[in-house]
């Protein structure tokens, strides 16, 4: 008999911003994962389309062809896809952050890493995602 043991994260990840702590679920489902990207994604083919296919869709502080409506839109995208992972007393903190563009971005950046890999989205690395 063959007997194999399986490792669940139960430690929230972290992410510190200035004063602020914010925790992340620990696991997180592949599809979870990948419909909250698939919604993020939207928003940033349509940014890429107006900015061009070899500009980033998500570091849009100098972005002079996009409408504010459209950034409004990417900003929002960003918040919400960070927010889905946080544990409910950090949505709150997170809520009233005000956080500059390349923060969010970085944010964003870290909670793709840390939920991709096993989500079946090739262009997110790392992670601790399981089916």
């Keep these: 008999m063959t007997t194999k043991t399986f490792a669940i994260r139960?430690?929230?990840h972290e992410a510190?911003?200035?004063s602020a702590v914010l925790l992340f679920e620990p696991e997180v489902l592949g599809s979870e994962f990948a419909e909250a990207y698939d919604t993020l994604r939207e928003v940033q083919r349509k940014v890429k389309a107006v900015k061009g296919n070899g500009s980033s869709s998500t570091k849009h502080a100098k972005a002079e062809d996009l409408?504010?409506?459209t950034l409004i839109e990417l900003s929002n995208a960003m918040r919400n896809f960070v927010s889905r992972f946080l544990l409910v007393d950090s949505r709150e903190v997170f809520a009233g952050l005000r956080l500059p563009d390349r923060v969010l971005a970085e944010l964003m950046e870290y909670v793709a890493e840390?939920?991709?890999s096993g989500s079946g989205n090739r262009?997110?690395?790392g992670?601790?995602?399981s089916d």
């Design 10 to 12: 139960t430690e929230p």
């Design 16 to 18: 510190i911003i200035g």
């Design 67 to 69: 409408d504010t409506d």
């Design 114 to 116: 840390l939920y991709g």
């Design 123 to 125: 262009d997110a690395a």
């Design 127 to 129: 992670g601790t995602s």
